[in-house]
Structures are given as C-alpha cells and as structure tokens.
C-alpha cells in the first residue's frame, strides 16, 4: 500500500490486488521514528477518465474480434493490475512519537519511504494503555483478534445500544449483563419480551454459571411491595406521572394516607374503605376511586413484598433484577418503572444499596419524557447507570446523546436513522455512514469511552446461555 493523497484528516491509499484491508481495521503508516495511526472506512476503485477510457476499449475490441491480442511484452497483465488498483480511504485518527500516543496529526507522513501496515489490536491497546480489571469479551475484531471491554467502562456512564430490527443488541446487553454480574454488580432489567430470564440457563438447558444470581421479577407476583416500603414519595410519584391523578385528587389522597399512617393502618384495603367513605368533592372521589382499582388490578401492592436492599447488597456477589414487563399493561409498565426508579434512587441516597446497572429495553415505551433528563444526570450522581437498548434512535433526544459516553451501534440502512445516529455520535460522519450500512448481522461499531475513543468494529461472539428474545413465527423451517 502506498498513500496516494490527503484530503482533510483523511488520507487516500493506493492497495494493489494483493493488499486487503477491512473497514474499520487500523493501520499504522511507519515513517522514521515517527508513525500514523489511520482507519480504514472505506473502499473504492481507482478510477481516472483514462482507465475507464481503457476498459471500454479493451471489452470492444474483445468483443470484435476473435484472435489473440499479440502481447510480447506482457503489458496486458500490467494493465490489468493497474485496473484492479483500489483506493482506501481512511481517517488520522493518532500518531506515535517514540512509542508515545499522541494526538499531533499535524505532519504528514512521506509518500515514498513510509511503509504501512496492519495494526492488531493489542498493539493499539499497548498504545492506548487500554487495561482494566474487569473484562467483558465481547467477541472478535476484523481480524480474528479476541476483543473485550473493561466493566469499569460503562460503570458510571451513559451507553446506548441501537441498530436495526433483529441485528443482535438484546444479545449483545445479555452478554454485559452476565459478564457483569460474574463481577459482582448489580443489574435492573426493564426487559419487554421477557428473553432476559434466560440467562440463567445455558443453551442446553442447564443451569449457568449466575442461575442463582437472575431474579426474575414478574409485576404482580414476585414485583410486589408492601405501601410502607414504597413511601408516599414514590406512590405519589406513581400516582402523578403514570396514572396522571390531578392535583386536587393527590392532595386528598395525601391526607388518606397520613390519617392512615398515624392510625399505623396503611394497606390497600384500608385505602380502599377510607376512599368511599371520605367527606370529599365526588369529582375528586371519582378519580381516585378510579386510580384506586387501576392500582388494585396491577396487584404491584401487597401486605408484605420485595426489598431491593435484600436483593442488592454490597459483598453478596452480584444479582440481575429481570423485570419481565413483556406481558403486562402499558399503564402497569409505567408504574412499575416510576416505583423502582424512586425507590432505587431512594436507598441510593441514604446509601443503603450499592451503586446499579440499569438495562432498559425500548424505554421510550414507559418512561415519561421528563424522566430522561432525570436518569441521565441527576440519577448518575446517586449510582444508577444506564444502558438503553433501542431500534430506533430517533426515540432518544439530542440532549441525552450529547452526554452519552459509549454507543454500540449495529447495521442500520435507513438513511433517516443513519442521518440521526451520525449526527449525534461520538464519531465523524463518514465513518459512521461509511462502516453502519455495511455492517454484517451481528457485527457492531463501538465507539466512545469503551474503546478510548478510536471506534472499532466487532464480531459479537455467540452466548452460551440461552437467549430466547427470538420473533415467533407462524411458519417454521
Ligand atoms: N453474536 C451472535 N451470535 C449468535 N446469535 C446471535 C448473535 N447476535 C444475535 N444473535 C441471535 O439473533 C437473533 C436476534 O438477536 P437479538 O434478539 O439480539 O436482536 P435485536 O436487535 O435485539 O432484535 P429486536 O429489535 O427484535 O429486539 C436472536 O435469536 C439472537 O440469539
Ligand atoms: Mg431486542
């Protein structure tokens, strides 16, 4: 390979035939003691008025006549090689001053003595200092090299994982949730098909390695918390944002529930006579006696139910919280989510639980608008980390994808969604239109903290826990 040109921070490269590069792959252009460290994002021919002038020449006069061209010289071949030349386009993404990354791109490498090379991945991580104590394997790179991220990565940071319909971001956030919780952190899964309860069990039906760290909790049945465990704070909250109770009816349902909690008599029952019998305005009593069944149907509310803090405790060695919200109503959807999050962010702030990993599938579908801005910033500062998992990108708001720190981005070639994931993330626009929309299944671009920076592509290695999360189909194979 030679550099052809420079245009921007992009270099062009010339490959002959025998020169093969992937997109995405890194190459280190080595001149002197100082070296280039490029990626490549895309690839095309070479291609000049005369070349193309030639090969319409040649495929005439081939198709004219039936005799052998005479060719002593072999220029033929020659000409050939040159037809078959093709262009890498990459991106300067580093240099390497005596064995030291630097971000100074400001020279250029010599067109004729500088020699370039494929650079492996565990040269890159040696020039980035990328170590950690926490691995995640996550599969291989372009070249067959094993990859893996460090826990301490997406420990208290924003990642996002999005991609078209089908192309592998539920398994990807399965395998971060098991390898987390091999550490030993805490994990709380908004799951909506019901397909993360699988990861307590391998694909041949035995149980795996975290089986009796997944606690699957059904709303209704293992979801249940006793009203004094809630608190008001959260049942308000409950009551305002998922069940829009007006704030007339909240102030009565305020002094229900004090008068109740004085008598040392809260429970739903209890509520519930206190509701129809109460001397209040019947508009007031509608509402509530509405929310009050709402509620009572959802059974999230029991005389005795979970405690995060027995669940989630430093030293116990790590749970995932599945949260199956697959079969359950939309309105019980966001109750429960409205629930968990004040209370988590409750214990968190009197520090009774460790800091948690938050998963949250398609969250665009039960968490209000204002609760983004919320989990984002304010809940970071208590310990709540977020994973959102996603097919469409456009769900999110600019603001939240300003402060994300790592994207996990699957095939994507809608161009509306190409055009929105570009613009926002982390990396430059041609790479990520360039290497997006011809990412294979079950390949992804990670970009950001994760990987310093320098975005890379991965193979997502298989799990051997059992995934489940497949689209049922009427007619089988
Ligand atoms: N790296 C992989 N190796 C083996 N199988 C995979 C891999 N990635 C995904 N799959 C399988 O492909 C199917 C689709 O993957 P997955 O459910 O993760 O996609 P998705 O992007 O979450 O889809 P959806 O948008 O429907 O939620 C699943 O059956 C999953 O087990
Ligand atoms: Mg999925």
Redesign the pocket.
């Known amino acids: 390979m030679k550099i052809l040109s420079k245009n921007g921070n992009e270099l062009l490269l010339l490959a002959m035939k025998e020169d093969s590069a992937a997109k995405g792959e890194y190459l280190l252009i080595e001149d002197k003691s100082r070296s280039m460290i490029v990626q490549v994002y895309d690839e095309e021919y070479l291609s000049s008025q005369a070349l193309i002038e030639d090969i319409v020449k040649e495929e005439v006069v081939n198709a004219s006549s039936v005799e052998n061209l005479h060719d002593p010289l072999n220029i033929g071949s020659l000409l050939r090689l040159v037809r078959d030349a093709r262009i890498f386009r990459a991106k300067i993404r580093a240099s390497v001053n005596d064995g030291k990354l630097s971000s100074d791109v400001t020279w250029l490498p010599s067109r004729v003595e500088s020699r370039i090379r494929r650079l492996s991945m565990k040269e890159l991580n040696s020039y980035l200092g990328r170590r950690g104590v926490f691995p995640i394997p996550l ?1 291989r790179t372009g070249d067959s090299e094993e990859f893996e991220i460090f826990a301490e990565d997406i420990d208290g940071k924003l990642t996002i994982i999005t ?1 078209k ?7 990807l956030s399965k395998m971060l949730v098991k390898t987390l919780v091999q550490h030993g952190a805490f994990v709380v899964v908004f799951d909506l ?1 019901n397909e993360y309860s699988g990861l307590g069990w391998n694909r041949d039906g035995t149980p795996s390695c975290i089986h009796r760290q997944v606690k699957v909790l059904e709303p209704g049945n293992a979801l249940r918390f006793s009203l004094n465990y809630c608190g008001k704070g959260a049942v308000s909250g409950m009551l305002k944002n998922a069940l829009d109770m007006p704030a007339a009816s909240l102030r009565e349902f305020f002094r229900i529930w004090d008068w109740l909690e004085n008598k040392q008599s809260l429970s739903m029952e209890a509520i519930g006579n206190a509701v129809n019998t109460w001397n209040i305005n019947e508009l007031v009593r509608d509402a509530l006696v509405s929310r009050y069944h709402v509620i009572q149907s959802s059974r999230l509310f029991a005389d005795s139910g979970l405690r995060f803090e027995d669940v989630i405790s430093a030293g116990s060695g790590g749970a995932a919280l599945v949260i199956n919200m697959g079969e359950v109503s939309p309105t019980v959807r966001r109750m429960v989510v409205e629930l968990v999050l004040t209370k988590l962010v409750d214990l968190l702030e009197r520090q009774v639980i460790p800091p948690i990993f938050l998963f949250a599938e398609e969250a665009h579908l039960y968490i209000r608008d204002t609760y983004w801005e919320d989990i984002i910033t304010r809940m970071r500062h208590f310990g709540i980390f977020t994973t959102f998992i996603t ?1 469409q990108p456009d769900a999110i708001s600019d603001g939240i994808y300003r402060q994300v720190d790592n994207i996990f981005l ?1 095939n994507f070639t809608n161009d509306g969604d190409l055009d929105k994931i570009a613009k926002v993330s982390l990396a430059d626009n041609d790479t990520i239109r360039s290497i997006v929309r011809t990412l294979p299944q ?1 390949h992804c671009l990670a970009i950001g903290k994760a990987v310093c920076d320098l975005p890379v592509v991965i193979r ?4 051997e826990v059992l ?1 489940l ?3 049922k189909k009427f007619f089988k194979k």
């Open positions: 599969g991609g319909k089908e192309s592998g971001k539920s398994h098909n097919n699957f079950r997502v290695a298989a799990a995934t999360g497949e689209t």
